[in-house]
């Protein structure tokens, strides 16, 4: 059984272009939620999908924007890159559907830096 | 308002017990984590705590939790150079699908 699993594993990108992360979930699971992780840093909640729908956000700018689709996979894209969104950018998944039975699991992450 | 605190460094010798204290703010948190990450890895979930208890054993791992001063402490038993690692406390305010808001983290360094 798959664990939740993310590509690219690193990603170099410049100031002002543009990017896009992928998540699969775990295997059962439906809802998936990216947190950015910056150096030295704990986690940050950037925002979560369930249903193809944002249902939580978190401080982020819409330069932030996110997609899942009907398989419960989720891309993360992030517009007019800058120096500070260097960072590994984590996804954990979860199932709601499951009446709050299981708990969230990160995937390995994707580490972005911005030149 | 939302915020965890946590000490960032901790030494240890190998087989001695390591203690990683935290605090946390939202007395309505309902879900308490303590997560793991090795370097250049994700994160791996040690344990979690619900908020109506106040001791969780797993091996060589214990969580106590003091919900009256808002404390939560991770115990790890004879600890190993396996062990070292950046610990992360963590809470959810309502449902264990919620938001994740996570302290700084601890870096547990083991002393031979």
């Known amino acids: 059984d798959a664990g939740v699993t993310q590509s690219p594993t690193h990603l170099i990108k410049t100031r002002g272009q543009q990017v896009t992360l992928r998540c699969s979930p775990k295997s059962g699971h439906d809802t998936v939620s990216w947190y950015q992780q910056a150096l030295g840093q704990g986690p940050q909640f950037i925002f979560q999908?369930?249903?193809?729908?944002?249902?939580q956000r978190g401080n982020f700018p819409d330069r932030f924007s996110g997609h899942q689709f009907p398989n419960y996979s989720s891309e993360l894209n992030v517009n007019a890159l800058w120096l500070g969104d260097s960072a590994l950018y984590l996804c954990?998944?979860?199932?709601?559907?499951?009446?709050?039975?299981?708990?969230?699991?990160f995937g390995p992450g994707t580490r972005l830096t911005v030149l | 308002g939302e915020d965890v605190e946590q000490s960032l460094f901790l030494s240890v010798r190998e087989g001695d017990s390591s203690v990683i204290n935290c605090t946390y703010t939202?007395?309505?948190?309902?879900?308490l984590y303590w997560y793991k990450q090795e370097p250049g890895a994700g994160l791996q979930l040690l344990t979690y705590i619900f908020s109506n208890m106040d001791m969780k054993q797993d091996q060589r791992l214990t969580v106590l939790l003091n919900k009256k001063d808002k404390h939560l402490s991770l115990r790890i038993a004879d600890t190993q150079t396996g062990d070292s690692a950046i610990y992360f406390c963590?809470?959810?305010?309502?449902?264990?699908?919620?938001?994740?808001?996570f302290g700084k983290g601890t870096r547990l360094h083991i002393l031979p």
């Open positions: 954990a998944s979860s199932s709601v559907t499951s009446g709050n039975t299981d708990t969230q699991y």
């Open positions: 963590a809470e959810t305010p309502m449902n264990r699908d919620d938001k994740i808001i």
């Open positions: 939202d007395s309505s948190s309902t879900y």
């Open positions: 999908y369930y249903e193809e729908e944002e249902r």
